[in-house]
């Protein structure tokens, strides 16, 4: 099962709040929220391309590599979807124990440009008191926008989510490694012609 259904995602980026903030947590935000509205365009386009992209720029990965370097993460689950180098989008997913963690990141031309977080808890792990999202689940959750490699913008939401905006080198690492993961993805295969 996905860990958050594609949808989900359109509508929690052109949403004025994450999912997560409709639990009684308050939403938290960090920068100029006038970047929101310059960005989430970007990323409307690129989900546009992604879709109209040929199967070949999707690429999957299951790999006991800890590639968002969470302490007690077993394995992740990698969906790429590059239609050009460098440029789409990349979602992870890793269990940890009690807990599952899941992002989006979008590139363009090898630039972050956002990245979407979520971190799901049994209700036995999750820090109390207990945030739940629209599923009901114990949750916290991040929009992180990036302009020239700086978070411009972000908004977390649910118990136990770190501040936003004082993660930024970790995720242009996560980025990175998730980037040179997928050297090839953009080129065309003879099943696309």
């Not at 958050?4 to 995602?9: E, G, N, R, T």
């Not at 807990?99 to 820090?127: C, M, N, R």
Request: aromatic content about 10%; overall charge negative; hydrophobic content about 40%.
């Amino acid at each position: 099962m996905r860990w958050v259904a594609p949808a989900l995602i359109i509508a929690m980026i052109g949403a004025p709040v994450s999912a997560a903030a409709q639990s009684t947590e308050p939403v938290i935000t960090y920068g100029d929220a006038g970047w929101r509205a310059q960005i989430d365009p970007m990323t409307r386009t690129l989900r546009d391309q992604i879709a109209e992209a040929p199967r070949s720029t999707r690429q999957f990965l299951f790999t006991e590599a800890n590639i968002l370097d969470m302490e007690g993460a077993l394995w992740a689950e990698i969906d790429a979807q590059l239609p050009m180098a460098g440029t789409g989008r990349i979602v992870v997913e890793a269990p940890l124990p009690g807990s599952k963690i899941g992002a989006e990141y979008y590139f363009d031309g090898g630039e972050l440009l956002f990245v979407y977080e979520a971190h799901y808890f049994t209700d036995q792990a999750a820090p109390t008191p207990i945030s739940r999202n629209f599923k009901g689940f114990a949750a916290w959750e991040r929009l992180t926008y990036f302009h020239d490699g700086k978070i411009v913008f972000a908004v977390s939401g649910g118990n136990g989510a770190d501040a936003p905006g004082h993660h930024q080198e970790r995720l242009k690492r996560q980025g990175a490694a998730l980037l040179g993961l997928f050297p090839t993805t953009g080129e065309m295969s003879s099943e696309d012609e």
